[in-house]
């Protein structure tokens, strides 16, 4: 090989190699963009807000348990939830902030320390209520685009960015190619279970809130045992002020009357 | 009854309609619970085989009205945790009793970064759940009942100011502080109290140091509680205390002409040194939310094997001579006061509880047990909640203690304890 073919080919490699990387950058780019689309019709890009929260608590051969909650989202990870109804929850609040997770009830007045696995409620968990910002935990990639009932979906799987508090190690996404609503997802406990699927149903205009298109309901169904689920209903979203500092167990009280 | 007089108020106001903006009764919760109690005498324990020192009711039963209130005005609110109750038998055996203790209350200054607060309250702090060393307001729990009462004993004196910034917290506090029945046979009465915490938190943690003075005695405690992804949670807490005070067992010869009889007693006395408490635990969640939660708690206070040896010894002696015509009514003092020093006699024990489901959700069932390391006695108990509807919760719970005749649950004048409550929310 002539010196002049061994340049020729060290600027083919070249070029094909830097094709290849802008490429993958492109597809990357692409899955997280979208991503970025999904979360806008679930949080206010960085904003604190607030919103009631109806759970709706479905199992087979019994009545739905339905629970009144009011969210204050100060971000992904640091927020307070406290139940309204039914009355003999009123009083109880969950407190999130990084890892630390504390349980409060009127009746011990001591904040008790749980672990993330202990769940809200149902099939929701505190991530569930809380996390509303996918884009902070996961690295996305996309896995295939899928046509259901004629609507065409990205699909999206979501894997867990190290050391970042996500709720799930694993989940897919479907997202509507057009509009980037969420349609569902599936969750994967760390040894590849699937654990319980995401439908996310309803999303209504927020006039209040420069008509923004919000998602207001989700059901979450139990992939396990057959039957259960849980409904999770949103309504009357604030944007809020809230300071970090605040979300401490000394100060779930105070906290929660802001949320009155 | 002065905070009730007050909550009157408040109530009565709130009908007036001057002040509709501000609902005053948004923060009410009120709750009336039933509760009875059947207990079962322990025989065979050395320390009143033939339970005449402490007689055991057989039943109790009680009506208790919680009552629930928090008003919240700008940077200002009142916090008000009472419970009136009435018992038709109490662990003594009185007929008829009416109680009224106020938990909590407070009228507090909520600023962006310092929190004023004043009252009365039960300081209930720290990472473990069966015990809080780091605490110097801890009392001592002797059992899942004590654990539980701890929530409900009247309150104490306070004045407190807290700075917070974004991951830390700095807490000066002054407090009356009444002691337990227990630490009563150290320090008569109440104890002038001072203390500053911080506390520290972390991504996955949450740290904190308190430093102090009791009266007399100083204190220092810190308690940590770190999260290992979702389902692990390790915690640990340790407290010193200067000893200011001990309860000694002394043993006095009494000279009777033709004998030589020993007399027991525990004296109060002036010590030098440091007791050390501490408590390392952790819970575990598995993916069915069963939770798993083990302790093991070091007492520095309680007997060591030698002076276990020592004390037993008494024990035996005084309860075989505590018809002595002489120095009985001595010995059955004795045997009383060991009575009311049973829980943390000793300086190893284990606590273990299971909980199926979890925070939050409808029926628990939780199976907890305490060990004695030393003497291999134990305490042993089932709880299950039910809910039903939306107003009522029904409780059951068992506990039984067991142990050989010189062991310290013993000891318990009770074997088995069952109880049963209906709550009702209004």
Same mark, same amino acid.
Request: with cysteine.
């Given at each position: 090989m002539n010196r002049l073919t061994k340049v020729g080919c060290l600027v083919l490699v070249s070029f094909v190699l830097s094709l290849s990387s802008n490429l993958a950058f492109?597809?990357?780019?692409? =899955?997280?963009?979208?991503?970025?689309?999904?979360?806008?019709?679930?949080?206010?890009?960085? @904003?604190?807000? =607030?919103?009631?929260?109806?759970?709706?608590? @479905?199992?087979? *051969?019994?009545?739905?348990?339905?629970?009144?909650?009011? =969210?204050?989202?100060?971000?992904?990870?640091?927020?307070?939830?406290?139940?309204?109804?039914?009355?003999?929850?009123?009083?109880?609040?969950?407190?999130?902030?990084?890892? *630390?997770?504390?349980?409060?009830?009127?009746? *011990?007045r001591k904040p008790i320390k749980i672990t993330p696995q202990q769940r809200l409620l149902g099939e929701a968990s505190n991530g569930d209520v809380a996390s509303t910002d996918f884009s902070k935990d996961?690295?996305?990639?996309?896995?295939?685009?899928?046509?259901?009932?004629? @609507?065409?979906?990205?699909?999206?799987?979501? *894997?867990?960015?190290e050391d970042s508090l996500a709720a799930y190690k694993k989940l897919h996404l479907w997202v509507s190619s057009d509009s980037y609503k969420p349609f569902k997802a599936m969750f994967f406990a760390p040894s590849g279970k699937h654990l319980k699927t995401a439908f996310y149903e309803k999303y209504e205009t927020l006039p209040y809130l420069n008509n923004k298109l919000q998602l207001t309901e989700i059901r979450i169904v139990n992939a396990v045992q057959e039957g259960k689920s849980t409904i999770m209903r949103y309504e009357n979203f604030q944007i809020t002020e809230t300071q970090a500092a605040d979300f401490k167990p000394g100060k779930i009280k105070q906290l929660a009357n802001q949320q009155l | 009854m002065r905070h009730f007089s007050l909550f009157g108020v408040l109530l009565a106001v709130s009908t007036n309609a001057a002040y509709a903006d501000l609902n005053l009764l948004d923060g009410l919760t009120t709750s009336l619970v039933l509760e009875g109690e059947r207990q079962f005498e322990q025989k065979g324990g050395a320390l009143d085989p033939d339970r005449t020192l402490v007689p055991v009711a057989d039943h109790s039963t009680r009506g208790v009205l919680r009552v629930g209130y928090s008003l919240y005005w700008d940077d200002y609110s009142i916090e008000l945790r009472s419970r009136p109750s009435y018992s038709d038998s109490d662990e003594a055996g009185v007929n008829?009793?009416?109680?009224?203790?106020?938990?909590?209350? /407070?009228?507090?200054?909520?600023?962006?970064?310092?929190?004023?607060?004043g009252g009365v309250t039960n300081f209930i702090e720290g990472a473990g759940y069966s015990w809080n060393p780091s605490n110097p307001f801890a009392e001592i729990r002797h059992n899942e009942k004590d654990n539980a009462s701890q929530y409900v004993r009247e309150g104490d004196p306070y004045f407190s100011a807290k700075l917070d910034g974004s991951d830390y917290g700095v807490r000066l506090l002054w407090t009356d502080f009444k002691n337990s029945e227990q630490d009563n046979q150290l320090?008569?009465?109440?104890?002038?109290?001072?203390?500053?915490?911080?506390?520290?938190?972390?991504?996955?943690s949450e740290v904190s140091a308190t430093g102090a003075l009791l009266q007399d005695k100083q204190f220092y405690g /810190?308690?940590?509680?770190?999260?290992?992804?979702?389902?692990?949670?390790?915690?640990?807490?340790?407290?010193?205390?200067?000893?200011?005070?001990?309860?000694?067992?002394?043993?006095?010869?009494?000279?009777?002409?033709?004998?030589?009889?020993?007399?027991?007693?525990?004296?109060?006395?002036?010590?030098?040194?440091?007791?050390?408490?501490?408590?390392l635990g952790g819970q575990y969640t598995f993916t069915d939310n069963t939770n798993v939660l083990v302790e093991y708690l070091y007492n520095g206070s309680g007997y060591s094997d030698s002076d276990w040896k020592r004390y037993r010894q008494a024990v035996e002696d005084a309860s075989t001579n505590q018809q002595d015509p002489v120095l009985g009514s001595a010995h059955r003092g004795f045997l009383?006061?060991?009575?009311?020093?049973?829980?943390?006699?000793?300086?190893?024990y284990?606590?273990?509880?299971?909980?199926?489901?979890?925070?939050?959700?409808s029926d628990t069932l939780s199976l907890l047990a305490r060990f004695n390391l030393h003497d291999e006695s134990f305490l042993a108990?089932?709880?299950?909640?039910?809910?039903?509807?939306?107003?009522?919760?029904?409780?059951?719970?068992?506990?039984?203690?067991?142990g050989k005749a010189y062991s310290e649950y013993g000891w318990v004048p009770y074997e088995l304890q069952l109880q049963a409550s209906v709550e009702y929310f209004f």
């Amino acid at each position: 090989m002539n010196r002049l073919t061994k340049v020729g080919c060290l600027v083919l490699v070249s070029f094909v190699l830097s094709l290849s990387s802008n490429l993958a950058f492109s597809v990357e780019v692409d =899955a997280t963009t979208v991503l970025e689309k999904v979360d806008a019709y679930r949080n206010f890009k960085g @904003q604190s807000f =607030a919103f009631d929260l109806t759970l709706i608590s @479905q199992s087979p *051969n019994k009545d739905d348990s339905s629970f009144g909650m009011k =969210a204050l989202i100060h971000d992904s990870h640091t927020s307070l939830i406290t139940y309204e109804t039914p009355v003999k929850e009123k009083g109880k609040a969950l407190l999130m902030n990084g890892r *630390n997770l504390w349980f409060f009830t009127p009746k *011990n007045r001591k904040p008790i320390k749980i672990t993330p696995q202990q769940r809200l409620l149902g099939e929701a968990s505190n991530g569930d209520v809380a996390s509303t910002d996918f884009s902070k935990d996961y690295v996305p990639t996309i896995l295939k685009e899928e046509d259901i009932e004629g @609507q065409s979906y990205t699909v999206l799987e979501l *894997n867990a960015s190290e050391d970042s508090l996500a709720a799930y190690k694993k989940l897919h996404l479907w997202v509507s190619s057009d509009s980037y609503k969420p349609f569902k997802a599936m969750f994967f406990a760390p040894s590849g279970k699937h654990l319980k699927t995401a439908f996310y149903e309803k999303y209504e205009t927020l006039p209040y809130l420069n008509n923004k298109l919000q998602l207001t309901e989700i059901r979450i169904v139990n992939a396990v045992q057959e039957g259960k689920s849980t409904i999770m209903r949103y309504e009357n979203f604030q944007i809020t002020e809230t300071q970090a500092a605040d979300f401490k167990p000394g100060k779930i009280k105070q906290l929660a009357n802001q949320q009155l | 009854m002065r905070h009730f007089s007050l909550f009157g108020v408040l109530l009565a106001v709130s009908t007036n309609a001057a002040y509709a903006d501000l609902n005053l009764l948004d923060g009410l919760t009120t709750s009336l619970v039933l509760e009875g109690e059947r207990q079962f005498e322990q025989k065979g324990g050395a320390l009143d085989p033939d339970r005449t020192l402490v007689p055991v009711a057989d039943h109790s039963t009680r009506g208790v009205l919680r009552v629930g209130y928090s008003l919240y005005w700008d940077d200002y609110s009142i916090e008000l945790r009472s419970r009136p109750s009435y018992s038709d038998s109490d662990e003594a055996g009185v007929n008829g009793e009416f109680q009224q203790r106020t938990e909590h209350f /407070s009228v507090n200054y909520s600023g962006s970064l310092v929190t004023l607060s004043g009252g009365v309250t039960n300081f209930i702090e720290g990472a473990g759940y069966s015990w809080n060393p780091s605490n110097p307001f801890a009392e001592i729990r002797h059992n899942e009942k004590d654990n539980a009462s701890q929530y409900v004993r009247e309150g104490d004196p306070y004045f407190s100011a807290k700075l917070d910034g974004s991951d830390y917290g700095v807490r000066l506090l002054w407090t009356d502080f009444k002691n337990s029945e227990q630490d009563n046979q150290l320090y008569e009465g109440r104890l002038n109290s001072y203390a500053i915490k911080a506390n520290f938190l972390l991504e996955a943690s949450e740290v904190s140091a308190t430093g102090a003075l009791l009266q007399d005695k100083q204190f220092y405690g /810190s308690s940590v509680s770190s999260t290992f992804g979702d389902q692990l949670e390790l915690h640990g807490e340790v407290g010193v205390v200067e000893k200011g005070h001990s309860l000694e067992f002394v043993s006095t010869d009494v000279n009777l002409g033709p004998q030589t009889l020993s007399l027991y007693e525990l004296q109060r006395e002036e010590d030098e040194g440091w007791d050390t408490r501490l408590l390392l635990g952790g819970q575990y969640t598995f993916t069915d939310n069963t939770n798993v939660l083990v302790e093991y708690l070091y007492n520095g206070s309680g007997y060591s094997d030698s002076d276990w040896k020592r004390y037993r010894q008494a024990v035996e002696d005084a309860s075989t001579n505590q018809q002595d015509p002489v120095l009985g009514s001595a010995h059955r003092g004795f045997l009383l006061n060991t009575h009311s020093t049973i829980g943390l006699f000793r300086q190893h024990y284990l606590f273990t509880r299971v909980a199926f489901a979890g925070s939050g959700d409808s029926d628990t069932l939780s199976l907890l047990a305490r060990f004695n390391l030393h003497d291999e006695s134990f305490l042993a108990g089932i709880n299950k909640v039910w809910n039903i509807g939306d107003s009522w919760i029904t409780n059951m719970s068992m506990n039984g203690f067991k142990g050989k005749a010189y062991s310290e649950y013993g000891w318990v004048p009770y074997e088995l304890q069952l109880q049963a409550s209906v709550e009702y929310f209004f």
